[in-house]
């Protein structure tokens, strides 16, 4: 399955729309999620995912909303493994990863994405509306000990957490654990203050080379991050959604909780796949490719918890 050229390797899985923080950048102050029932079950996903597979999905990231709501994550997780998919990981707030961590290391997910904006206490709550720093810690301790990949994505913003990035530039190099810097996207509740807090990719690099030396590191054709190592063997990644984007070799498509697949993130058409038949694959997902923008689009009023990040 191609798109302008580009292959279509990777799909982002959402298990649901709810969270249980509320990050200043995603959630807005009143949110409505959808009804539980109408989330894809289990089956269904496989079923799904399954097809795609056929059509050249290699890997499968599970997000949200925030996975570890769903009590079968571990579930969903055991039962992709059974897919012939290269690898299947997790983006997670990480603040109830704990208690899925034994089920989830017997199974086939080995990589986490951790988002964790601040390592400040006041900052953390402040950011993400949760008190749930520690918990979110001891999670990445836990995991690294069962072995786990892990990968901590922080979101950049200006007046609000830019002070801390030489500190997770610290924190990678002390934890030995690849550190992504995001900017901030121009998506949902952001738009009222993107120029506020916008803080450009070239900012965050020159940060943290007024401190650090910085060599750049070789990463697949389709990495959305420029990936970078410190002296002291800190793993530091950029993803410059914004000032540098990718649409040029993206290779992901995304399926929402409710079973709609989507060609972009910043892009809301998509098509419903839930109770789809096989045979109407091809057709659907040459739709789907045609849908895939080449160029990037500059905003979009969805939030990201609805779409799945
Ligand atoms: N709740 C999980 C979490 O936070 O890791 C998974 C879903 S969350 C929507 C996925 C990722 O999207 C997180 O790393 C989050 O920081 C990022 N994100 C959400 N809104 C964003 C925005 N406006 N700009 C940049 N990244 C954003
Ligand atoms: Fe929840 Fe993740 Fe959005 Fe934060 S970024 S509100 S943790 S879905």
């Not at 302008?4 to 102050?29: I, Q, T, W």
């Not at 009143?30 to 894809?40: G, I, P, Q, S």
């Not at 203050?193 to 401190?211: A, M, N, P, V």
Request: proline share 4%; charged share 25%; with cysteine.
């Amino acid at each position: 399955m191609k798109s302008f050229g580009r292959p279509l390797l990777k799909l982002r899985v959402s298990l649901l729309d709810a969270c249980n923080f509320g990050c200043v950048y995603c959630m807005p102050e009143t949110a409505a999620f959808c009804n539980k029932e109408d989330y894809l079950s289990p089956d269904e996903i496989v079923g799904i995912v399954g097809n795609l597979v056929e059509y050249g999905i290699e890997e499968v990231r599970l997000t949200g909303g925030e996975p570890t709501l769903r009590h079968d994550l571990a579930c969903v997780a055991e039962k992709l493994g059974k897919l012939p998919l290269k690898k299947i990981s997790i983006t997670t707030n990480a603040s109830r990863l704990l208690q899925f961590l034994p089920a989830l290391a017997d199974g086939p997910c080995r990589s986490l994405n951790i988002s964790l904006d601040s390592l400040e206490p006041s900052n953390f709550e402040k950011i993400t509306n949760h008190d749930g720093l520690g918990r979110v810690l001891d999670a990445i301790e836990r995991a690294r000990a069962l072995g786990f990949k892990i990968k901590i994505n922080m979101v950049v913003m200006k007046g609000l957490n830019h002070h801390e990035i030489n500190h997770f530039v610290r924190f990678a190099e002390r934890e030995q654990i690849e550190v992504r810097f995001l900017e901030v996207m121009n998506i949902g509740v952001v738009r009222s203050h993107f120029k506020q807090w916008y803080y450009s990719g070239r900012d965050i690099l020159r940060q943290i080379e007024s401190e650090f030396t910085l060599s750049s590191v070789k990463v697949a054709a389709d990495s959305t991050a420029q990936v970078f190592s410190t002296a002291k063997g800190g793993r530091i990644g950029l993803i410059a959604s914004e000032s540098m984007p990718f649409c040029d070799s993206c290779s992901r498509l995304r399926l929402s909780s409710k079973g709609i697949l989507r060609a972009c993130l910043m892009k809301e058409d998509g098509k419903n796949l839930r109770g789809v038949p096989s045979h109407e694959y091809p057709a659907l997902l040459q739709e789907i490719a045609a849908m895939k923008p080449l160029t990037r689009i500059k905003e979009i009023h969805e939030p990201m918890y609805q779409i799945g990040g």
